[in-house]
């Protein structure tokens, strides 16, 4: 019959291993959330293109994306991250296994006896030590599982930093294309500003025309020398901003021939559904989730017994010359369990602590993953919200060209103000302008959209 003591035991640690053995603290609406079938907005459905880039067939750009995804600055930080957390999984993976050490000892030892003798007695010694624990409740495997999360988690960081980036830097050379069509605009301004100036100086002088005319088109003329001026300063800064991108150094001064094409083909959208797997910061957020779940469960197994095995083997003498006899031999081996019985509340304010953790990240990854749905929806909306102004605008700017002539014309004819001539060439130009801007803006939420989309790319052109 077996001793009772025993059955005791036996009981204890059967409840400590099914205590051990604890639940993912992530909720199953988490694991599962209410995803639609279809984008509310609408969209293109169909299998989204992953390699975004060939979309704009743009040597140069993708030449730059390329140069980008290789030299910046923030990319390899991220990078040197990546390889912290390599290196972490190694180590917790060697957690896991035994460490063994060597090591030689030499001592002498003067003391000085009766009768004035000296004596020197020396010391030599070598032994090998072993030390492993013994992961009886999986806390060392749940380390080890943590770190290898969190290295994926980085190794996606990485990739979501990189398409990021390539978009940026997308959005940065297309700035730069407008902000110098934009200062052309500002310059031809400029020009006729003083061609208008001078036309009214000439029928001033004539005495066709009146003094107010003269003021009010010399006025003109240093709104227009202003606003070219501030143009020149924002198309240095669109270069700045796409060199810091290149990690070039940012002088402001690039030689660009950059277009903004006008891109009508729509862009499929699949279905929300496939953003959980498509989107590298929504796969980062989980992967961080399923690491603070680990943690949870590791800071659990710290509450229950750990299982040490010490082995050594040595040997010890007076005589450095026989040392590896087999006469001098000292070995031990012992094993020993521990178990936390008191630490004021420390260990279960840990797990509490890393159960609030896995709370925080949970909520984070749904904020990411519903933020990442309107990121998509704002984008298809904002698309044909963008499309019908360009369209009402290239309108707009026919229609006040048309206008800008005229005015001068009959202005000249002295059958309008001067007033309206400035009117019109205002019109003119604003539409011009607004032309522009927002031909970059439905390039920059054509970006966005494959962005939003999780869309890759290649640099390969």
Known sequence: MRNPLINRILLLLAVLVLAACSNSAISPETENPAIPVDWARGGDTGTVDLNWLDDFSDAALTA?????????????QERARLYQAEQTVIITRANRFPTLNVSFNASRRFSQL????????ESFSTAADARMEIDLWGRLSKQQQSAQLALEAQRVRVESAERNLAASTATAYFNVAEAKQLLQVAERRRDIARES???VASG?????????????????????????????????EAVTTLQLSLARYPDGRMAVEIDLPVISTPIPTGMPSELLTRRADVQESWLNLLAADADLAVAHKARFPS?????SYGQTTREFSTLLERDNRVWSLAAGITQPVFAAGRLKALEEQARGRVQLAEQQYLDLLYRAFADVE??????TSLQERYD?????????????????????RG????TTVLESQRQAFDAEATVVQLRNQLLQNRINLFLSLGGEFSTDF
């Open 204 to 236: 001033y002088r004539q005495g066709l025309n009146d003094a107010l005319d003269l003021y009010l088109a010399q006025n003109q003329v240093e709104r227009e020398e202003a606003s070219f001026a501030q143009q020149q300063q924002s198309f240095a």
């Open 114 to 121: 009766a009768a004035g003798i000296n004596a020197l007695p």
């Open 378 to 383: 704002n984008a298809i909306s904002r698309s």
């Open 415 to 418: 059958l309008v103000t001067y």
């Open 307 to 311: 299982l040490s095995l010490v082995g």
């Open 392 to 412: 009402s605008f290239l309108d707009a700017e026919t229609n006040s060209r048309a206008a800008l002539a005229l005015a001068l014309e009959q202005y000249q």
């Open 64 to 76: 730059l994306v390329g140069e980008a995804v290789e030299s910046n600055y923030l990319i390899n």
């Open 197 to 199: 100036r001078d036309i």
